[in-house]
């Protein structure tokens, strides 16, 4: 049974900085790309952040130049670091797990990904 097991959400204020991470059961976790996407209360889930099984780093627009996602193989661990969070950064945050590379395209469409966490939540207040 594979399991994505998020953690690291909370309340923030506008402004602060959050880390969530998601620990995996994949074996081997590197073998796998890794995305965060963000679904906020009535809203679509949306994609936030991705890496490839090499490490490139793929960003939506509105996550880019404030998140920094990164992995650490040797602990089958994906995080997303989060600064100058805003209240529209509130949502539940899913990691994702897929068992092949692609393009920027792929990897911000959620067909493409195999394995979903459970979520964490993460408020940002004004």
């Known amino acids: 049974q594979v399991q994505l097991i998020e953690s690291g959400g909370g309340s923030v204020q506008a402004g602060g900085s959050l880390r969530v991470s998601c620990a995996a059961s994949?074996?081997?976790?590197?073998?796998?790309?890794m995305g965060w996407f963000r679904q906020a209360l009535g809203k679509e889930r949306e994609f936030v952040s991705a890496i490839s099984r090499t490490a490139m780093t793929y960003y939506s627009d509105s996550a880019k130049d404030r998140v920094a996602i990164s992995r650490d193989n040797a602990k089958s661990t994906v995080y997303l670091q989060m600064n100058s969070l805003k209240p529209e950064d509130t949502g539940v945050y899913f990691c994702a797990a897929a068992a092949q590379g692609g393009t920027y395209r792929d990897y911000s469409d959620q067909r493409f990904y195999d394995h979903w966490g459970q979520g964490t939540q993460v408020t940002v207040s004004s």
């Open positions: 994949l074996r081997p976790f590197s073998g796998y790309a």
